[in-house]
């Protein structure tokens, strides 16, 4: 991520219950890190961590498509850091009414801003499909 953030746009596909990370420490009743990792790349939360790497932010947020997340595990401050940041996003039940045709605007959202784009795939809590159903939403992405 630190040697192409810059360079690359990052298009994050999480698992169907995922929440995309916009977690901060202070706003966080677990502290668990990976409910932080969006908020650090992008240059917030704990400024060690949001440091970490050869420059801050890793990513822009011009450069960042959130897809296929749970609207509902967004709470008050981490909508919030969303519009705050102008971040991209699709969330799950508009993906699921047209995983195509939101797949095919947040493919053009990034090719407008970058030349090349990063999928990441969060399925870590994939449930019982193992995050299958949020990898064939991205079938259209590229």
Excluded at 10 to 17: E, I, M, N, R, Y
Excluded at 48 to 56: D, E, T, Y
Excluded at 90 to 102: E, H, K, M, T, Y
Excluded at 129 to 136: F, H, I, K, Q
Aim: neutral net charge; hydrophobic residues 40%.
């Amino acid at each position: 991520m630190t040697a192409q953030g810059r360079r690359v746009g990052v298009l994050g596909v999480p698992t169907s219950a995922g929440s995309h990370n916009l977690a901060t420490p202070e706003r966080s009743d677990s502290a668990v890190a990976n409910t932080m990792g969006m908020t650090h790349m992008l240059g917030g939360g704990s400024p060690r961590l949001a440091g970490f790497g050869s420059r801050s932010p890793l990513l822009e947020p011009a450069r960042v498509v959130l897809f296929g997340f749970d609207p509902a595990e967004l709470d008050t401050a981490q909508w919030t850091e969303l519009a705050s940041r102008h971040l991209y996003a699709a969330p799950a039940p508009a993906v699921r009414a047209d995983p195509a045709g939101q797949a095919r605007q947040a493919r053009a959202y990034l090719e407008r801003r970058t030349g090349a784009y990063l999928v990441h795939l969060d399925v870590d809590g994939g449930g019982p499909d193992g995050g299958l159903a949020a990898a064939r939403s991205a079938e259209g992405l590229g």
